[in-house]
């Protein structure tokens, strides 16, 4: 292996600013609508506790926001160092959804934003209310043009090649964006979003619970964010399966992958590995726990259905669709099997860790309860938030690299989209200032962050405050005494 291929660092350094930065994203997403939320039940109630949340979550949000905006203008960066190849290709279809991310839904976010940072105490109520679900839409909207984006990696449409063959020149613009590949993914992006939001909420509540602190806001918080953990989750599983049968339609080898089959099996033989001990290659299985018709069923939605094999698409693909690309891949048009095979369950088995500690949470602090909740039960707590974010993030790799060997499928090799020009050792010293830079940041992130949560909402003034008949004007001191 040469530690100085382009290619190698320059995939290297695009996963890791791509991770890192979608580290901020969903928690923005899914924190936007909490604190609106949050808002609007103060809004109807009055009850301070509600503003304190409000403003608490709120500054959570903002410091992610920033965040997530600097590491997001690394990305526009990469394209034209290491991918100037890719971007010239797909350059005349990314311009339209980008733009519109840009210049429309980000900084439509952001305006709505500002107005709700700087509006507490100068815009009449409602409005300032609407502010922060204006805001939130906004970030739905940029999420979905990236989507769009992204989907057309995967799903190429609404295009035509150039006559010289150089670029794909968009067609159809609507048909970029009702992409099958982004329909489906936005509400399972969104419920992931909030399930590792829910996740936060519930560490930062069950920290708190443990130590006794703010204990009625707190209580509150814990059970908005166990329900949501559990509604999201289901969410995630539902739109998961969707997503699942676009991705058969549309990347079979992807699915092929993500189960490791390698000859095309049907009904009962189409069964769902839990877990898979074997050689590389599939010719042996040593040890395997199995759940028969499972894979048919998520594939195809019946029981007798067709799953096609690695080894066949590769003969199908080879021979019929994509010849052109088969001596660059050896005929091998399949990705790294072991990391799209266990980040596809370590993505479902997260996932479900979180849900399980949302019930088991639910079930401790339910009304009827007698016992008070053991501190290892708290402590327990803490991790919804690791389980919910590293299954987002192990569900973004999968989905990544169950693309490879492409980076646009069926159009161009993840090797084609490299800059031609640029030598591994210049990518190499870009890669080690990200890195120390993105170390940096994070240390600045998770500070800030830590020491918001650790400090904990504004406390009520006294047990009676939420209820007091003088809680609007209660409120609104609360309003102008707290500064960002």
């Not at 898979?276 to 499972?294: A, C, H, K, N, Q």
């Not at 998520?298 to 003969?315: K, M, Q, R, Y």
């Not at 006294?462 to 309003?479: M, V």
Request: aromatic fraction near 14%; glycine fraction near 8%; hydrophobic fraction near 55%.
């Amino acid at each position: 292996m040469d530690l100085l291929d382009p290619l190698l660092l320059a995939r290297w350094q695009f996963g890791l600013t791509t991770l890192y930065h979608f580290l901020f994203v969903p928690l923005t997403l899914g924190m936007a609508l909490t604190v609106a939320i949050f808002q609007t039940a103060w809004f109807r109630t009055g009850k301070l506790k509600w503003l304190n949340l409000t403003r608490f979550f709120g500054k959570v949000f903002l410091i992610n926001f920033a965040m997530g905006v600097v590491t997001g203008i690394v990305q526009e960066f990469q394209f034209g160092m290491n991918w100037s190849a890719y971007s010239r290709f797909v350059g005349d279809v990314f311009g339209a959804p980008l733009a519109f991310e840009g210049l429309m839904a980000f900084f439509f976010e952001a305006t709505f934003i500002g107005l709700w940072i700087f509006g507490w105490d100068k815009l009449p109520k409602a409005l300032h209310l609407a502010s922060i679900w204006i805001a939130t839409i906004g970030a739905w909207f940029s999420a979905y043009f990236i989507l769009a984006a992204n989907a057309f990696m995967q799903n190429p449409v609404g295009f035509k090649m150039a006559e010289d063959g150089s670029r794909a020149e968009m067609t159809d613009f609507f048909a970029v964006l009702t992409n099958p590949v982004a329909l489906a993914a936005l509400p399972h992006t969104l419920f992931a979003a909030f399930m590792m939001t829910a996740g936060v909420i519930v560490s930062i509540s069950a920290w708190h619970l443990l130590r006794k602190r703010n204990v009625d806001m707190m209580r509150s918080s814990l059970k908005f964010g166990l329900w949501g953990l559990i509604a999201a989750f289901a969410g995630v599983a539902v739109s998961g399966d969707q997503l699942s049968l676009v991705m058969v339609a549309t990347q079979p080898m992807k699915m092929a992958a993500a189960e490791a089959t390698f000859n095309t099996v049907c009904g009962a033989d189409a069964s769902f590995s839990i877990f898979t001990l074997g050689t590389p290659d599939g010719t042996s299985e040593l040890f395997s726990i199995r759940v028969p018709y499972l894979l048919s069923l998520l594939s195809t939605h019946t029981f007798d259905g067709c799953v096609e094999g690695i080894n066949d698409l590769n003969a199908l693909y080879t021979n019929e669709m994509f010849p052109q690309f088969a001596d660059q891949v050896d005929g091998n048009f399949a990705p790294i099997l072991w990391v799209t095979y266990w980040a596809f369950r370590w993505m479902i088995g997260l996932g479900g860790v979180a849900a399980l500690v949302a019930v088991v949470g639910l079930w401790l602090t339910r009304k009827n309860a007698k016992r008070e909740v053991p501190a290892w039960a708290w402590r327990l707590a803490i991790w919804a938030w690791p389980a919910s974010l590293f299954a987002i993030l192990v569900g973004w790799i999968f989905t990544e690299m169950g693309r490879q060997p492409w980076i646009v499928f069926s159009l161009m090799l993840t090797e084609d989209g490299v800059s031609p020009s640029v030598p591994g050792w210049t990518v190499l010293i870009s890669l080690i200032a990200f890195t120390a830079i993105y170390a940096a940041l994070a240390i600045v992130e998770v500070g800030l962050i830590m020491r918001t949560a650790k400090k904990g909402p504004e406390p009520l003034p006294d047990p009676d405050a939420a209820a007091s008949p003088d809680r609007e004007e209660t409120a609104d001191a609360g309003i102008r005494s707290t500064v960002y």
